[in-house]
Nanobody, 119 residues
């Protein structure tokens, strides 16, 4: 059984910062890629950032230069450092991990964490 546990969301003023964490646990043989998505009210889920097992990183244009994705392979944790937050960053943020577990390669989702940017 694999679980992803997210933390770090909250309410922040425009221009502020937050750091999200997502820790994977359970029977995990290897991790292929880790990513953050978000879903804003009334909008479809969108990809925010990805980091692969080789360390390749990609960002959505809307967050380039403000957000940083990183990982700790020892603890199977992915982070999203969010700086210079804007009201349009308000959303529920979800981590997604593609990994190898019993039964083969599968993708798993975190429970989601609310990020609200408002004055």
């Amino acid at each position: 059984q694999v679980q992803l546990v997210e933390s770090g969301g909250g309410l922040v003023q425009p221009g502020g910062s937050l750091r999200l964490s997502c820790a994977a646990s359970g029977t995990i043989f290897s991790i292929y890629a880790m990513a953050w998505y978000r879903r804003a009210p009334g909008k479809q889920r969108e990809l925010v950032a990805t980091i692969t097992s080789s360390g390749s990183i990609n960002y959505a244009d809307a967050v380039k230069g403000r957000f940083t994705i990183s990982r700790d392979t020892a603890t199977k944790t992915v982070y999203l450092q969010m700086n210079s937050l804007k009201p349009e960053d308000t959303a529920v943020y979800y981590c997604n991990v593609d990994l190898l577990t019993i039964g083969g390669k599968q993708g798993f989702w975190g429970q989601g964490t609310q990020v609200t940017v408002s004055s």
